[in-house]
Structures are given as C-alpha cells and as structure tokens.
C-alpha cells in the first residue's frame, strides 16, 4: 500500500500505469476507490496517481495546519512533489474538484488540463450550508454517523431513480456506520466544515484556461444540480456535459461513459473530444 508521509502524516494513495500523470481526486466520504473503472482505463495510456483524502481510505488524520482548501491543495502538492512528478493532468470529483482547482490555481503551469466533476466552486448557498452544518454538528455530537442521518445522508449521493437497495448504496451505507469515532471527529468533520464554508473562488476562476477545462455532472446529482455546474461552465466559457443515467456518484454509477469522456478530453488532439460534444449535444 503506498504511502508518503505529508505534514508528519501518513498520505495513502494508488499509483498504476505508465505514461503522462492523471491525479484523480475523490469526493467526501469516499475514497480512491470511487475511481477504479477510470483507473482500469485510463492506467492503459497514463500514470494514474488517486490519493485518499485525510481520514478516508488508507490515509491518516487530517493534519492540523490543513485549515482550508488552499493548504488542503498544498498538502496534495507536497505529495506529487514527493513522488518527482511535474506536470500533471487533474480530475477532481466534489470536494476532490475543490482543492482540485486551488491546486491549478496554485501552479497553472505544471496543470496541463483541469476535470471538474460533479462540484460547485461558488460558496455553498445559506440554505444548503445550514443544513450540511446542522448534519455536521449532530454528527460530531454521536461522535458517529447515527442510522437517521445515514438515512438522510446516502441517497445524497445516488440517482433517486436507481435501486435503492443497491450494493453501492449498502457498501456506502456500512462503511460510514463502523467509521472510527477518532476519524469522524479529527478528519470527517472538519473536512466537512472546510468543503461547505468555503470561500467563492470568485475571480479567479477566470485564470482558469478554458481550452483546458472541462465540467462533468451526474444529469440527476441531488447536492450539484447540473444547471449550477452548467452556470460555472458558461462564466469560464468550457465545455459542460451531463452523465446520463448518473447522480453525485457519477464514476461508479455510469463508469462507461465517464471512461469515455475523459479519455477523449484528456488525449491530445482534442478534435476527437470537441466531435464528442457536438454529439452529445445532438443525441
């Protein structure tokens, strides 16, 4: 199991293929292993690098200078200093595409193009972010995620339309119920204040290159409706498309076509993706 020590803790993450670098970014309460369809395609032509987030996965706790999504990106940094890597491309999912995009915006240059899935850069809007915090708050008074909230918290992440029984939602459901009460309160909990009182990256999404930006979302992501990605995606002036058949859980949940859209997106030249825009458009 790979490791690399970042800010005197232990940071776990997957490194397979060969070739370019594709950091894969998770989204909040999961881990690396969201990505494993991608990892199975996109390791065939690149070196695929998906670490777990502090508290998630393999990784250990979040360290306590990790204030905010700028150092939370500094602590990835460090890990792809760590590893020798340079230039890289990003696919961020959620809270994944958050400090995602504070790291292209750290180093644009070493950023060769930037995938934002299933994510909002805006401040989370008053009523959402009441209440994201009031779940946060009962769910750091249980020092656990008590069976109520995990009846509130996991279709969050699915299409309403799909089984509701399905083994997706039960491995979600069951690995937050036997979360450590030491995870959830030094790093679940905190990360989870960090991801919904963050800062309106404003501005400066505008440094952003939008030839070398992409938008994905689930077509029915209940916390990241399409048409507020579709907004961000039109201030930038890049391309957006929705995953059909998808909701926040969108890697997992429609792999086949998130395979082929990043493939396509991430190979040079992008005359194959920009075709497979139009077709989409037109379907």
Known sequence: ????IVDNQPLHYLDEG???PIVLAHCYLWHSGMWRPQIEAL???YRVIAPDLWGHGGSGSLPPATTDLQSLARNMLQLLDNLGIGSFSMVGHSIGALWGTELTLLVPARVKTLVIMDA??????????????????????AGKFPEPLLEAIVPLFFNPYDDIASPLRT???????????????QSIVPLGRMMFDRKDVGERLRLLNRKRTLFLTGVADIP???????????????????????GHLS???????????????????????LNFIQRLIHA
């Not at 391309?239 to 059909?244: A, D, E, L, Q, W």
């Not at 890697?251 to 993706?273: C, G, H, I, K, S």
């Open 18 to 20: 060969q070739g370019f």
């Open 120 to 141: 909002c850069l805006g401040v989370e809007p008053v009523g959402s972010r009441a209440r994201y915090w009031s779940l946060l708050d009962q769910i750091e008074t």
């Open 171 to 185: 491995e979600l459901h069951d690995a937050l119920a036997t979360t450590p009460a030491e995870r959830v309160l």
């Open 251 to 273: 890697t997992l949940e429609n792999p086949d076509f998130v395979n082929q859209a990043l493939l396509e997106f991430l190979a040079p030249p992008r005359t194959n993706y």
């Open 43 to 45: 390791s065939q032509h």
């Open 1 to 4: 199991m790979p490791i690399s």
């Open 224 to 246: 990241r409706p399409p048409t507020d990605l579709q907004e961000l995606a039109d201030k930038i002036g890049c391309p957006f498309v929705s995953i059909p058949n998808a």
